[in-house]
DNA sequence: GCCGCATCGGTAAGCGCTTACCAGCCACAC
DNA sequence: GTGTGGCTGGTAAGCGCTTACCGATGCGGC
């Protein structure tokens, strides 16, 4: 029957292969596997065996269909599909935050035995909700890292399959997690005014409309105004969340003539990125002249010159949050009253001194210590 | 009939439901939907219609199981699984290189309307021919990103479904995708060696055992010796790829008073910012006393102080790449040729001069015109 | 006006698995 | 020795979809 054992692909093996094997019949097979009921000793070993001899392992579509769970979840970026034929038009640098808080949904979700079906959706792409639905077939849940849905469509998609946003806003029925932005950019604007006395900030903002954004941009203004600092906002003050937007903006403000304030607060690493090459450029020294902060604390920003101050989110843990919380709301059925769900998830936040507020450099362990307490 | 249409979970609707709403049969509904036959116009529209109104999408599972294709690449990537709890010990900096090249994976997979099944497998976990089995009989093909499997692993494991590795060996049955690592390390050599006339160079060595690491060392050790320069090489300089690895290599040589050569050629551009970070801390100038030279050319490069000179693959191309040919390979049934297989696929590079090798800083333009041509 | 052919659409089988249900079997007790 | 209860394991019914197959239907030609 083998007798196809040569280069060419052989199907893999079935249940009924595993049955007639040991056998048995698939009931069976499958009990043993599944841990259902009572084998007997002799049953379940020769069903091992036979599973071992045949390096059997059952179809994932046909698990799915059958037990209605297919352990996927979906995951929604949205990404410029910058790839062209065979040229990218630049090897985009906002990399790090999304395939971050990934990576944390990927340790948690094998825990639970769940991989992640990933798919990027264009930042213009017209028909985004098509896409984010046949999606959703795919799997038990989602989680959406950017807005790519109407309200209306959210609305419909998380009637059918439990949905979960990151640095969203939570519905009726879905669930949201982000980290605490209120608490963190406190913190640094209250270190930038009270402890080095910087009396005239710039809020460089984020994509336009990005909740985060916002949320930081409204904590800044109000610790300003508590502190009696000047905020320095507008239409100039726009970045998105990119290298190139910091720079750019930087870039303008320098050659307007328009003073810059004493410190900078960026919306997020990257653009912190932009700012500090921007500035390097025009001979402006930081702190000196100007201090620097991000929000986010990507790894690099501890290998930047000089090193970049602030603020740190958990981001694995940011995504190994939205991972569980999708999971609770998994397999429930269609009579599960939703705990999670209209849950508003607030991550903790920590403030990083380093060097570009104009604290001392952060250490004088050697990065090898990377691992040790900190 | 949708009584049901409060806050709860509904289920989402069925072929069925589509054929009884347009009056037509489910096979009807079927070919509309996948083209198949010839609906008359009027059959058709009202499928269409029905399916409108439902918001119909065919389930993943049951169409995977029917037609036999998933529309899914499983790709295996081998990480640390630091998620712990509630903590990470740290938030890994090896970062950039697997998740670009998925990035451009996912790309192209949407072009097809694949999508990209994640599974990452722990560094150290005992068996992972298990979990990347499973992860095969979820998918249509698989793309691995490191060496997680024995050789016989592998073959059993391409001959049930198409495997495409990065970096690896092509075997009979599967193929491989990685770039030029000799013509880049050869042109990246001859810089160092002819250009600037450097004759004594140190390879601080990747992983043991990893496919690059060795081309790339290989091929440097072949240009010195044609060049007539010294090679610094053996146990103390082995890195691991990642920033800690490399500044703790150099930490030991200057500690052990063993001299530095004139230049030091990174195994990956990670390596490279931690032997920066340790040459730094030692007031030890670069390019001026020790020239440093990374591989890859990731983001962050250009942004280092000094920038880095690197050579550049296109990463996400890779990425693509990889995808392209495991699509290539899927759906040819079990008697295709397997075209692709045992093939070595080797994508061009390119050496990227900065200053860290002792040429001139890159550009005097602002960062913001990243875009334009370099 | 009737028959033959081409076309459209419905019926049903089957993809590989899980699991409800029930028949058969064994061991024990009377 | 026979009756009964408890397990075990087999049979079969789906899960939601695609598609081979064939009957029904409509048109043109004679």
Not at 61 to 67: D, G, I, K, M
Not at 262 to 274: F, P
Request: aromatic share 4%; glycine share 10%.
């Amino acid at each position: 029957m083998n007798a196809e054992a040569g280069t060419t692909a052989a199907q893999p093996p079935t249940i009924y292969d595993v049955a007639r094997v040991a056998g048995v019949s698939i009931a069976s097979v499958s009990r043993v596997l599944n841990g259902q009921g009572n084998p007997r000793a002799d049953t379940k070993e020769r069903v091992l065996q036979a599973v071992e001899e045949l390096g059997f392992v059952p179809d994932g579509a046909a698990r799915a269909l059958s037990a209605r769970l297919k352990e996927v979840v979906g995951v929604v970026v949205r990404r410029p599909q910058a790839y062209s034929a065979s040229m990218f038009t630049d090897e985009d640098e906002n990399l790090q935050f999304p395939d971050m808080i990934n990576r944390g949904m990927e340790i948690v979700a094998q825990r639970h035995g769940f991989d992640l079906l990933i798919r990027s959706v264009d930042l213009d792409e017209p028909d985004a909700g098509r896409l984010v639905f046949a999606l959703a077939r795919k799997s038990d849940g989602l989680i959406l890292h950017d807005r790519v849905l109407s309200p209306e469509q959210l609305d419909a998609l998380s009637r059918q399959v439990p949905v979960v946003t990151l640095a969203g806003q939570p519905t009726p029925t879905t669930a949201n997690v982000q980290s605490d932005n209120e608490g963190g950019m406190r913190a640094l604007a209250r270190h930038l005014i009270a402890d080095h006395g910087y009396l005239t900030i710039g809020y460089l903002a984020g994509h336009e409309g990005s909740p985060d954004s916002l949320a930081r941009g409204r904590a800044l203004a109000e610790e300003a105004a508590a502190g009696g600092a000047i905020l320095f906002t507008g239409e100039a003050w726009r970045g998105s969340y990119q290298a190139a937007g910091g720079a750019q903006a930087i870039e303008h403000l320098i050659v307007s003539g328009s003073g810059l304030p004493r410190a900078i607060v960026c919306a997020n690493d990257q653009s912190a990125i932009g700012v500090l090459h921007a500035l390097a450029l025009h001979g402006i020294s930081v702190p000196g002249q100007v201090a620097v902060t991000g929000f986010d604390d990507i790894p690099v920003a501890r290998h930047l010159r000089p090193q970049l101050t602030s603020v740190r989110q958990s981001i694995q843990e940011l995504g190994a949050t939205a991972f569980e919380t999708v999971y609770s709301m998994i397999g429930r059925g269609p009579d599960f009253d939703g705990s999670a769900r209209g849950r508003d998830i607030a991550l903790p936040t920590r403030l990083i001194r380093r060097e570009s507020c104009g604290c001392p450099p952060e250490s004088i362990r050697p990065l090898a210590g990377t691992g040790s307490g900190g």
